[in-house]
């Protein structure tokens, strides 16, 4: 008894040492991906690039890092890639060095698209990974895989701030020594995920059970799940991309006290993200995903017409509660179509990821044309898309009690 014990013990350490390495690299690759868009205002005194011209960079990054990471799902479904994290992170770091060193702006295309082929590979087999090591808790391991990618979103700015910008363009170079610090335990990571497809071919694994759905309900099923993710992430674009622009416009606010209202938010969205999976796990991913859409509705609506002080107030429950449904979401659309992990999670984060960008290109435009208040006050209404909840099917077992 003693000796299984210890095996347990051991195995449970090894699980959360993985789940703690890739949360770690998804950090690390969500660091450098952000870095991006933070430094558009050197390329752009640099290269002399206009508006048009800085819009189809950041096409150019969305296209191969939000299109692609569906199909690099469904393909490791099929045939899983150990190492292919750690090529992800290669085609990063590829990126990288080209925008370092880059003369003329084909090249700064290029480097952009090899970043965007880069999140794209990893996102997908990163959450596959997380699930493989959760030990059947997969909301918990979801979440901690994410709050990797949010608190490593929240430091892209600051190392252009702090490193890139006072050095230009050269010092991307300094920056891309991260990605080999990702590299490295990515290889670990896939030797890891190799020994753990041999252990589990050779004790003959049965694969998940499949939900009990025909395929329209399914299809119907994963189409909210997709609406749900645009009316969070469309909400979101508001005030990662425009909110310290509100704050300065309505309330007169100098851009030091609107970044720390910026930073209080994005410390309740990483909270959120980290409560949202052992939330699933224990009562349920469609209990979860319905208050947490749903839920955060009151505040939202309360937002455009409350003064300053208020508005910093509501944003930490915004961002708590709209935050906790991803993990939510995915794990739910995981179980929703067993064994298409990888293509589950591609789609997933892929169309969140796109529909981020679209939707702060559009609330920019529609900024421009009415105003940023009234931008939040329609945006505000966004969550009660949240109703269609109600159509999910239940798609996990009964009891919640404990992880299965």
Known sequence: MSTVSADASQQQRTVLSVLAAISFCHMLNDMLQSLLPAIYPMIAHDFGLDFTRIGLLTLTYQMTASILQPLVGIYADRRPQPFSLAAGMTSTLSGLTILSLA???PLLLTGAALMGVGSSIFHPEASRVARMASGGRHGMAQSLFQVGGNFGTSLGPLLAAFVVLPGGQASIRIVSLAA????AILARIGLWYQAHRKASARRHAAP???ARLDRRQTVRAMGILLILIFSKYFYLASLTSYYTFYLMKRFGLGAEGAQIHLFIFLGAVAAGTII?????DRFGRRRVIWSSILGVLPFTLILPSANLFWTGVLTVPIGVILASAFPAIVVYGQELLPGRVGAVAGLMFGFAFGMGGIGAAVLGRLADATGIEFVYRLCSMLPAIGILT???PEVEP???????
Not at 276 to 280: A, K, R
Not at 398 to 404: D, E, H, I, L, Q
């Open 180 to 183: 080999l610090v990702g590299i």
């Open 208 to 210: 998940a059970p499949a």
């Open 276 to 280: 949202g999976g052992p939330v699933g």
């Open 398 to 404: 009964p009891a919640r009690g404990r992880p299965a």
């Open 390 to 392: 109600v159509f999910l």
């Open 103 to 105: 003369g003329s702006y």
